[in-house]
């Protein structure tokens, strides 16, 4: 007979960076974890530009010397092309915030993700590839653990104190209990693809982002320098005009191409290295981020549209407090929703800022103009840009940005600094449509 095996503390629900986040944290603190990934890694996954406020989590998971002697590009900055073709001047990080926490990188994220994993392993966690988890257990009302099947087919049962829910947008609690919401505005698609060789700028503004607007102000183009000389180049607009008619990803790619001089000249020297990738990208938020002894991070919890790269900071923000909750939520043995979310207003409020940003930006926001009528507050605009939104301080901008508006404009639907989501399902109501609308 094989020892004993003692039951985990935590399971962890996917091994991306929120479930390899939570789970280093929570071993860090002794406790015994187990995570779950379905795929085996490296595995691709887009969403490759980190922002700044990454680096205080990465610090907590012992990540900072591994990403520095990581072959990853350096990012400064951010710049913002208008549908004119007018390049905004950059906004550099460190010039806000004089501090090696304002350099971050642009990332391979199968690298990226692995190297997260393999640390979470290096702490101590238990970490599963190929491994289905088919559903939660519960007793009564309260998580329990995992049913799961391995890649030979086996299945097993696993019980723990807390289940961790950190499996994508496949969202495996968030669908058991009905408990999405759509976003009523941001509902976009994006078409990319990789080339080998396309510009790229010299010294510090080499690993930028540059966000493009496209001359129909129908949508934008990210552009992201990675190593190796490849750059990722796809544009995003509202699904409906992206995909509806318009044939195949690569004739979509091709069209908002040649409808935008910018991103056709900077391509112009480079090599398309692979095919064309599409994803439907519909922001949600989930109506409650934890319930009796099961909490929800990551795109499991939500997902908000990516054009400030605000993903992986989302992933691994909601990672650490979820953990830290977790945590203390052990040593008072007290395993209830409210205690197990109670980083869930704070973080709400956090994602609601940069929504709201976002918002502004599809509603014809112009960086420079700001800058320019409210010269003083350009390092609460980068604080933003940055990701430092976890605190009040940057809430002096709504008001003078609302002060441009042409009349009778009002603030981005969905806004609500005051009640993020899960407080009412009331304020659900009047902020998200229903489950199962989209718009």
């Known amino acids: 007979m094989p020892p004993h095996v003692p039951d985990p503390d935590v399971v962890v629900i996917g091994g991306g960076p929120a479930g390899s986040t939570a789970s280093t944290l929570l071993a860090q603190q002794g406790l015994r974890v187990e995570l779950f990934e379905r795929e085996k890694f ?20 012992n990540m900072l010397d591994k990403m520095k002697r990581s072959g990853h590009v350096r990012k400064y900055s951010v710049q913002f092309v ?22 971050t990188w642009q990332v391979v994220r199968s690298e990226f993700d692995l190297l997260m994993l393999n640390n979470a392993r290096e702490h101590g966690v238990q970490a599963h590839e190929g491994v289905r988890v088919l559903d939660v257990l519960f007793d009564g009302d309260r998580a329990a653990g995992v049913k799961i099947q391995d890649g030979g087919g086996t299945q097993r049962e696993v019980r723990a104190k807390v289940v961790v829910d950190a499996s994508g947008q496949s969202g495996l609690i968030q669908n058991k209990f009905k408990l999405r919401i759509w976003d009523p505005i941001l509902n ?24 493009i607007q496209t001359p129909s102000r129908q949508g934008w183009f990210w552009y992201i320098p990675l190593h190796s000389n490849i750059v990722s180049v796809g544009v995003v607009a509202p699904f409906e005009y992206l995909f509806k008619g318009r044939g195949s990803h690569e004739q979509i790619y091709t069209e908002e191409v040649e409808r935008c001089p910018n991103v056709k000249e900077r391509i112009a020297t480079g090599k398309r290295v692979t ?9 949600y938020r989930s109506k409650e981020v934890a319930g009796n002894g099961w909490v929800l991070i990551g795109d499991a919890f939500g997902f908000l549209d990516p054009l400030y790269s605000s993903g992986v900071l989302l992933a691994l ?32 409020q956090g994602v609601d800022r940069m929504r709201r940003l976002v918002c502004e930006y599809y509603d014809g926001f112009s960086f420079g103009n700001f800058v320019k009528n409210y010269p003083h507050l350009k390092g609460k605009v980068t604080d933003l840009l940055i990701g430092d939104l976890f605190t009040d301080a940057v809430d002096v901008v709504w008001q003078p940005m609302q002060s441009l508006y042409p009349e009778g404009k009002t603030p981005p ?22 489950e199962g609308r989209r718009p």
């Not at 490296?42 to 700044?52: A, N, Y």
């Not at 208008?82 to 990080?93: C, E, I, V």
């Not at 064309?276 to 922001?283: E, G, L, M, R, V």
């Not at 052990?330 to 869930?344: C, D, T």
């Open 275 to 283: 095919g064309y990738f599409a994803t439907k990208d519909y922001s």
């Open 317 to 348: 923000k909601s990672g650490e407090l979820a953990a830290d909750a977790i945590v203390e939520g052990i040593r008072k043995n007290e395993l209830s929703a409210a205690q197990l979310g109670k980083w869930g207003p704070a973080f709400n």
């Open 413 to 434: 639907r969905m806004w609500d600094s005051g009640t993020p989501p899960e407080i009412a399902a009331n304020k659900v109501n009047e902020l998200y449509l229903p």
């Open 82 to 103: 208008n549908a004119s073709g007018k390049l905004s001047a950059p906004f550099y990080f460190r010039d806000n915030k004089p501090h090696e926490c304002s350099d």
């Open 42 to 61: 490296p595995r691709f996954h887009i969403g490759e530009s980190l922002i700044p406020e990454t680096y205080w989590v990465l610090k907590r998971l």
């Open 188 to 211: 976009k698609g994006a078409v990319w693809t990789y080339w080998e060789g396309a510009y790229r700028d010299a010294g510090r503004d080499e690993g930028a982002t540059i966000v």
